[in-house]
């Protein structure tokens, strides 16, 4: 998380940090996971409902500092938020058409 | 039980009160496997699209059907998580917009 704004991903092309706070159980969750795959976005997960303790508490946090009502998934693309897997405006947020 | 189990007895209860499952197969077997997987780990069926607290009754509302199914479903012709829908949602005759999180975030014990 402490990396740059940007990563070049095999392409070339810069592509802004993507994180999915999500469940392992969610549908919308592995839908937006897949298409992100399909879409060969870089990303990175978390799958709150399989951390226990303290990790869980402070992730827990990290998510409501996003969405307050912290429901998943909370997709964070560079400095957007975008919660619950919504195709256009994931695109609209990496820059794709 | 497995998930066709889940899925037969399921589909007989909650289509007499209007409620069908989803089209999508795959997507319904994996919630209900979901559902399955959260009764072994929590002792009962919460909703798989939500965090849940382990504790039975501080989930009580969400436990599949979740109690705010029945206006999701009269609102957006869809539960939460595309699980249970309308004849029309199924038949492509309202929009299949997102669902919004309707649970109080006071319910939340997080």
Same mark, same amino acid.
């Given at each position: ?10 392409? $070339?092309?810069? !592509? ?20 992100? $795959? ?39 693309? $560079? ?8 195709? !256009? ?5 990496? $820059?794709?058409? | 039980? %497995? ?16 409620? =069908? =499952? %989803? ?14 997987? %959260? ?35 009269? &609102? =957006?012709?869809?539960?939460?998580? %595309? ?7 199924? &038949? ?17 014990? =997080?």
């Amino acid at each position: 998380m402490s990396e740059p704004d940007t990563k070049t991903p095999p392409d $070339g092309k810069n !592509q802004p940090d993507v994180t999915i706070y999500s469940l392992s159980t969610c549908s919308h969750c592995k839908a937006t996971k897949k298409f992100l $795959g399909e879409c060969t976005i870089k990303y990175e997960f978390i799958d709150v409902d399989l951390l226990e303790g303290d990790e869980r508490k402070a992730i827990i946090e990290d998510v409501k500092k996003f969405n307050p009502r912290c429901s998943f998934p909370t997709v964070i693309i $560079g400095d957007k938020v975008i919660v619950g897997y919504k195709e !256009q405006e994931i695109k609209e947020a990496l $820059g794709l058409k | 039980m %497995n998930a066709q189990q889940l899925y037969d007895m399921m589909k007989k209860v909650q289509e007499a009160k209007g409620y =069908f =499952f %989803n089209t999508d197969r795959e997507r319904v077997m994996e919630l209900l496997e979901s559902l399955l997987l %959260n009764k072994q780990r929590y002792g009962y069926m919460g909703c798989p699209c939500r965090l849940l607290s382990g504790n039975r009754d501080q989930d009580r509302d969400i436990i599949c059907p979740c109690v705010y199914s029945v206006p999701d479903i009269a &609102e =957006f012709g869809s539960c939460y998580c %595309n699980l249970y829908v309308s004849k029309e949602w199924n &038949e492509g005759k309202i929009p299949r917009d997102y669902v919004p999180e309707r649970r109080p975030p006071e319910k939340m014990p =997080f």
